[in-house]
């Protein structure tokens, strides 16, 4: 019964490049959130997804970030042109399909961008 | 945005000593939780806390939530090194799913 799977785990990009981060949930779970973590920082909420739905992106930067959630497949987060700036660790969960207010969310080990 | 502020940022102690951390949110909200990261890990859930409870316990750990001061407490009895982590607290409010984090603290017990 495998956890939240993400990879890479590591990613090294040059500026200008696009990364691509995927995470699959765990089994019978029905909803995939994604956060940043600056290093000696909290989580920073991004993004909060079902299949081919997107329910809440307020935490998604304007522009060059996009996430989905595919009918099959994992979840994909998306950084186009990618800074400095962007060098985090990126962390997916997930929870199954939901008692509102008391989500409970499995994280997975997280993927770490590094922008050169 | 962040909704929860952490206190203290970091805490240093002995193996056997107690240790309390607290949190501090700023809108009404559902529950809170805690949860754990070890270095260059994904975070694990520790406990929930409903906002129509006071105080929860599991195992070493003991909660407090006073929703008049917005404020919540982990205390983590009889520390071990193996307890050495940072820890979160998070929130869910009104209709949303969201979990938004707290900064966190970073507790160090020394053997």
């Known amino acids: 019964n495998a956890g939240v799977m993400q990879n890479p785990r590591h990613l090294v990009r040059r500026r200008g490049q696009e990364a691509r981060l995927r995470c699959s949930p765990m089994k019978g779970h029905s909803h995939v959130y994604w956060y940043r973590q600056l290093p000696e920082e909290g989580l920073k909420f991004m993004v909060y997804?079902?299949?081919?739905?997107?329910?809440?992106e307020s935490g998604m930067p304007k522009e060059r970030f996009s996430a989905e959630f595919p009918k099959e497949g994992p979840s994909i987060l998306r950084i186009q042109q990618v800074v400095r700036g962007d060098s985090a660790a990126y962390f997916c969960?997930?929870?199954?399909?939901?008692?509102?207010?008391?989500?409970?969310?499995?994280f997975g080990a997280g993927s770490r961008l590094t922008v050169l | 945005s962040q909704q929860g502020e952490e206190d203290p940022q970091a805490l240093s102690i002995q193996e056997g000593e107690n240790a309390t951390m607290n949190c501090s949110y700023k809108t009404s909200i559902n529950n809170l939780q805690w949860y754990r990261q070890n270095s260059g890990r994904g975070l694990v859930h520790l406990i929930l806390i409903r906002s129509n409870e006071r105080e929860k316990h599991s195992g070493r750990l003991r909660v407090t939530l006073d929703t008049s001061k917005k404020s919540s407490s982990l205390l983590i009895t009889a520390s071990r090194a193996a307890d050495t982590a940072s820890y979160f607290c998070?929130?869910?409010?009104?209709?949303?799913?969201?979990?938004?984090f707290g900064t966190g603290t970073r507790l160090q017990v020394f053997p």
């Open positions: 998070a929130t869910i409010s009104g209709n949303t799913d969201k979990l938004i």
């Open positions: 969960a997930s929870s199954p399909p939901k008692i509102t207010g008391a989500n409970v969310l499995t």
């Open positions: 997804l079902q299949k081919e739905n997107i329910i809440d």
